[in-house]
C-alpha cells in the first residue's frame, strides 16, 4: 500500500476514483446532506483566483436564480477570508451552497486531486486564458491560499443521491456545460 503523497502545505490525502455515472454520490462532509427533494449540481473550483473558476462561478451562479428546482454547490479549496473575498469580486453566490474545503478532503473523495503542468499550462489553456481576458474581462485574480495544481470539475446528483453527471476537468481552462448537467438531470 502506497503512502500518501506529502506537499509543503498540509498531508495530501488518498485521492479516491472519480465517480462514475450509477455510482452513489460521495459525502459533502458530515455537516451537508444532499436534498431529498430534487438534484444537486457540485462544482469543485480550482482556486479563487483562477479565471476559469470564476466564470465557471458565475454561470453557476446565474444557474441558481433561474433554476431553483436544482440546489447548487460549489466547493473552494482556497481559505475561508479568500473565498468569501474572492465571493464578493465575482458577483455574490445568489442561491449557491458555498463549501469551503482549503485541505481538499472534499477534493478526494470525488476523485479530484493535483494536475500536472500540461494540464494547468498547456497552449490551448494559455490561449483560452487570453481569450476570456480579452473577450469578457475575467483575468486572473491574486490569490493567497488554493493550489493552483488543483483538478477542478463538476457533477449533477439525482434526488436520491445517484451521480447523473460526471465532468472532471480535463484540462485548467475547461468551464462546464451546464446545459448538459440540466438536460441529464431532467431539467428543462
Request: hydrophobic share 40%.
Amino acid at each position: 500500500m502506497s503512502q500518501p503523497q506529502q506537499n509543503s502545505h498540509a498531508p495530501e490525502e488518498e485521492v479516491i476514483p472519480v465517480p462514475k455515472v450509477g455510482d452513489r454520490a460521495p459525502s459533502l462532509g458530515s455537516d451537508v446532506q444532499f436534498p431529498q427533494d430534487k438534484p444537486v449540481l457540485v462544482v469543485f473550483l480550482r482556486h479563487c483566483g483562477d479565471p476559469f473558476a470564476e466564470k465557471t462561478f458565475k454561470l453557476l451562479t446565474d444557474l441558481s436564480n433561474h433554476h431553483p428546482e436544482i440546489h447548487c454547490v460549489a466547493v473552494s479549496q482556497s481559505n475561508q477570508e479568500e473565498t468569501d473575498k474572492w465571493i464578493v469580486q465575482v458577483g455574490g453566490e445568489w442561491e449557491v451552497q458555498v463549501l469551503v474545503d482549503p485541505q481538499r478532503a472534499l477534493y478526494h473523495a470525488w476523485g479530484l486531486g493535483l494536475s500536472s503542468t500540461w494540464y494547468a499550462v498547456n497552449p490551448m489553456a494559455l490561449w483560452h486564458t487570453w481569450k476570456l481576458g480579452t473577450e469578457e474581462g475575467i483575468w486572473n485574480r491574486n490569490a493567497q491560499s488554493g493550489s493552483r495544481w488543483q483538478i477542478g470539475g463538476a457533477f449533477g446528483v439525482d434526488a436520491e443521491g445517484v451521480v447523473r453527471w460526471s465532468r472532471p476537468a480535463g484540462s485548467a481552462d475547461e468551464v462546464p456545460d451546464f446545459g448538459e448537467a440540466l438536460r441529464v438531470l431532467g431539467v428543462e
